[in-house]
């Protein structure tokens, strides 16, 4: 319709909000390719209404929304480019020294390229510089679901690193955010997420008590958002996650002392990684 009103070939700010929009959507649905098609015909409309060379917000998004498919499709190499040049273009904007929610964004989508990469710890420096400008800008001692994504962020950088101490640290102080903002006893996504991975280092501590716990509580939390019902898509998904999650748990301690697999290492680091928030 915008494409029929403006022109099909004349780049339109409209015409650009509803191919990033139908991008996003596709990405949504795991229609990789599509998203793909989508986000790049939107940058390339971008560019021509703003100046291919001139930094500006909806370049910026752009950018860092195709780096994210980029990313999702493996394109690594092409998700780091794009994350790069956003990260860049956000700081000629806002200010290289200055803490924004968008350059906090960026350090973070830069962060899950570097854990699909494997580069860890690049990958920790990205999420710590993320999650400090957040609290820059939200404030230090206030919850904000920007600082709580980025604790989960963090902690699942430390449990790729084995250090599980740490990582559960991470996980609990965004438990306890995330519950400060939604409500103690309050069903919620994010609260789910958070159980969730709260569970999975505990497992991984062999602490199996506090394991079943936080996954029960995961597992109850989640039927209350999304219904009680089986055939829910969201439930299977979940559950696959965890067991995907337990097979490389015992194949680890079978190994122990041997040469690492890393096939299997790879397939730790997807899981983490589609834990992984996007900012």
């Not at 790049?40 to 498919?69: D, F, Q, W, Y």
Request: hydrophobic residues 35%; charged residues 30%.
């Amino acid at each position: 319709m915008k494409q029929a009103i403006h022109g099909h070939d004349k780049p339109h700010p409209d015409i650009v909000s509803s191919l990033n929009n139908l991008g996003l959507v596709y990405k949504a649905m795991g229609k990789l390719d599509k998203a793909q098609e989508k986000l790049e015909l939107s940058l390339e409309m971008c560019r021509a209404i703003h100046g291919s060379g001139k930094p500006h917000p909806s370049i910026a998004t752009s950018l860092s929304n195709l780096g994210n498919v980029y990313r999702r499709l493996d394109k690594l190499d092409k998700a780091l480019e794009k994350h790069k040049e956003s990260l860049k273009m956000r700081r000629s904007i806002h200010g290289y020294g200055k803490p924004h929610p968008a350059i906090a964004s960026s350090l973070s989508n830069l962060g899950a390229v570097y854990l699909r990469m494997r580069k860890l710890n690049k990958e920790l420096e990205m999420y710590d510089r993320g999650l400090e400008m957040f609290r820059a800008v939200h404030g230090r001692s206030k919850s904000h679901p920007d600082i709580a994504s980025s604790l989960a962020n963090v902690g699942n950088v430390y449990e790729a690193m084995d250090k599980l101490d740490k990582a559960l640290e991470m996980h609990e102080q965004s438990l306890e955010m995330r519950r400060a903002i939604y409500g103690n006893g309050k069903a919620h996504p994010g609260i789910v997420a958070s159980l969730f991975n709260v569970g999975l280092v505990h497992f991984r501590q062999e602490n199996l008590n506090q394991a079943d716990d936080s996954f029960e509580k995961s597992l109850e939390t989640l039927r209350t958002v999304h219904g009680r019902s089986s055939q829910d898509p969201l439930i299977p998904a979940e559950l696959s996650s965890f067991n995907a999650y337990i097979e490389y748990c015992k194949w680890d301690e079978a190994s122990a002392g041997r040469e690492s697999n890393t096939e299997t290492d790879e397939a730790r680091d997807d899981e983490l990684s589609n834990r992984t928030v996007e900012n």
